[in-house]
């Protein structure tokens, strides 16, 4: 009567976890007592990392029934995408997940390359890595710093956070111009070349970041309240996340090896050694460790590929920027960006512009089980689990 | 993996009434794809999904293209008698591609780590008949990005256990990502009490002085 998810098809679905049995108090006669209340979280709620709402149906504190609502940021970026030309697209990319625009580039530069038959030179592949690993030490590091804030700790942990991020953007400002929207790769390479003082730089802030970790490990692994509210909260199952589309540090929390730089291995990632860290059971405190694991994983990344970076051009020389006309066909490329796997698809008809233009937003898809991971918690954990699935309202909405 | 050639076959062998067709793709680096019939849709994914050697347990992507209807021109050599002379003239012909609306899905397998297989199937026309057997059923990956689909191209999945809007406000009307969509001139206008105030109050305003023009 009151489960959120009612009969879809009869067809094989893996059945929706419930933590707790709901069981809204009933009298003889079977109706609940009291009235379930409808609330509307968001979309201006400050947990809710942006505009974005759910329609939670509440039996007390307990949810039992909550469906999230899309599209207040949405601005139709595929149609936009489909009038312009292919190289103007390259700074809609940063608008997507706004916390990580040099992975949207690379993913966007990646499908192009690949429709046009473009090379990359190896430096350009160097520099791309250093970006994009850096990247995700600045999105897991704040997202940390959110999520700890959405269990209440105010203040404190996030500045923690932001300062180290802010160390990383001043790196992105330096190279491409702009903190957050770098527009910074192209079709067959990158657009500006590094300096030896901004590698240098670089390393210095790498090798600082351990020493960060550790002491932000220290705050937070074993604290009691993180403890208390992210162990055994909202676990999910191989088998779910893998048939719910479930891409990135959700999936691997959650026990299954898939990690696009190990599988797929583009751009030059087979190079480099490191680990992919596998959760347990999929609760938040794994979800949270597996981010964790990982920066400690992409900073040894980034000492290699600082190490090994060749001198030599930073563009390939058949790439043409203006005027660029691929020819008929149709690619998907992705990469593994810090919230999954981020796609795109792209149809050419020979045109100037894209005929069809599709992007795979990796927290839009993750938002599939919200409702399964938030049935029986109460309100205040449904805050703390979207904080966990690690969403940015500019690619949700697109 | 094997070749698209070899789950083809395979694919027919298990459902005869299947019709399954390979698409070329004219990418060299892209992937050709498997076109199949809306009524044998669900029984296909379901192969694919469930097969021991495929294993496709990750719907990646799925996407809808719209193609409207095309005009294909095509020059073709006629002979002709020509003031009693055999000619050979060139003449245009016409043929008309009639429009559809397709849904195309990336398929990957997470167990074995390969795809991936890249599946379509197509509606049989863009105005009435748009539906296609929903793979929410069989993905659940799959529920968000239909209900998009949905929402922006107007395919109507059977079987998808929720399929309302979901980017475009509720009683919207239209589908924005086809390609002959056109967006009404003004969304921002809406008449309100305020207009007929300033409709008003013009009354109380000193005629506009007339200028004249000189010749």
């Known amino acids: 009567m009151l489960s959120g998810r009612a009969e879809s098809g009869g067809e094989a679905v893996i059945a929706a976890q419930k933590p707790f049995e709901v069981t809204p108090k009933l009298d003889e006669s079977g109706t609940p007592i009291g009235e379930l209340l409808e609330i509307s979280m968001g979309p201006h709620h400050p947990s809710t990392h942006g505009v974005f ?5 509440l039996d007390g504190e307990t949810v039992v029934k909550l469906k999230p609502v899309f599209g207040y940021l949405h601005r139709n970026h595929e149609k936009i995408g489909e009038n312009i030309s292919y190289l103007a697209t390259m700074p809609y990319t940063d608008r997507l997940d706004y916390f990580c625009s040099m992975t949207n580039n690379w993913a966007y530069a990646l499908t192009i390359e690949k429709l046009a038959g473009l090379a990359v030179p190896e ?6 890595v250093i970006m994009a690993e850096l990247t995700r030490l600045q999105n897991h590091t704040s997202l940390i710093g959110f999520f700890v804030q959405d269990m209440g700790a105010l203040g404190t942990p996030m500045m923690y956070a932001f300062r180290e991020r802010e160390k990383i953007l001043d790196l992105f400002e330096e190279v491409s111009g702009a903190r957050m929207m770098c527009n910074y790769m192209r079709f067959g390479g990158v657009r500006v070349d590094v300096s030896d003082a901004w590698l240098a730089q670089t390393k210095k802030i790498v090798g600082d970041y351990g020493k960060f970790l550790d002491e932000f490990e220290v705050f937070l692994n074993e604290n009691e309240i993180l403890l208390a509210r992210t162990q055994g909260v909202a676990p999910i199952s191989k088998e779910q996340a893998i048939n719910a589309s479930i891409t990135g540090p959700l999936l691997r929390a959650a026990g299954v090896n898939y990690d696009l730089r190990k599988v797929d291995k583009y751009g030059i990632y087979s190079r480099f050694e490191f680990k992919v860290p596998l959760g347990e059971t999929g609760d938040l405190y ?14 040894k990344i980034l000492n290699q590929a600082l190490a090994g970076i060749p001198a030599g051009p930073i563009m390939d020389a058949k790439a043409k920027l203006r005027g660029f006309r691929p020819k008929a066909g149709e690619v998907y490329g992705r990469i593994e960006s810090p919230k999954g796997e981020l796609g795109f698809y792209v149809i050419s008809d020979g045109g100037p512009s894209p005929y069809r233009y599709r992007i795979r937003p990796p927290s839009y898809i993750n938002l599939t089980t919200l409702e399964d991971m938030c049935l029986g918690r109460k309100v205040a954990d449904v805050i703390v689990i979207l904080g966990s699935v690690d969403i940015v309202l500019g690619e949700v909405d697109r | 993996m094997e070749t698209l050639e070899q789950i083809k076959s395979r ?9 399954i067709e390979i698409l070329a793709n004219e990418c060299a680096a892209g992937e050709r794809s498997l076109l199949v019939d809306a009524a044998s849709g ?3 994914a379901k192969f694919l999904r469930d097969d021991a050697q495929l294993m496709l347990d990750y719907c990646s ?31 245009v012909k016409k043929t008309l591609r009639p429009g559809c609306l397709e849904v195309v899905f990336h398929l990957y397998s997470m167990t074995l780590k390969h795809g991936p297989v890249v599946l379509r199937m197509r509606t049989e026309n863009r105005a009435d008949k748009t539906h296609l057997p929903s ?3 069989l993905w659940r990956g799959a529920e968000f990005q239909e209900r998009e689909i ?3 191209y107007g395919v109507i999945f059977d079987g998808h256990p929720d399929l309302r809007r979901i980017l475009m406000w509720d009683g919207f009307e239209g589908y924005p990502m086809r390609k002959d969509y056109v967006a009404p001139d003004d969304y921002e206008y809406e008449p309100t009490p305020h207009d007929e105030v300033l409709e008003a109050a013009k009354k109380c305003y000193p005629a506009e002085p007339k200028v004249e023009v000189k010749p």
Request: aromatic letters at 6%; proline letters at 4%.
């Open chain 1, 123 to 128: 430096r350009a592949e160097y520099i791309r």
């Open chain 2, 135 to 137: 793979l929410t059923p």
């Open chain 2, 11 to 19: 694919l027919e062998a298990a459902l005869p009434s299947a019709k």
């Open chain 2, 150 to 152: 949905y929402d922006l």
């Open chain 2, 42 to 44: 669900f029984a296909v």
């Open chain 2, 61 to 91: 992507n799925v996407t809808g293209v719209d193609w409207p209807d095309k005009e294909l021109t095509e020059k073709i050599k006629v002979k002709q008698v020509v003031d009693g002379v055999e000619k050979e003239v060139e003449e």
């Open chain 1, 286 to 299: 794994d979800r949270y460790m597996v981010r964790v694991l990982e920066m400690r994983e992409s900073i």
């Open chain 1, 53 to 57: 709402r759910m329609d939670v149906t």
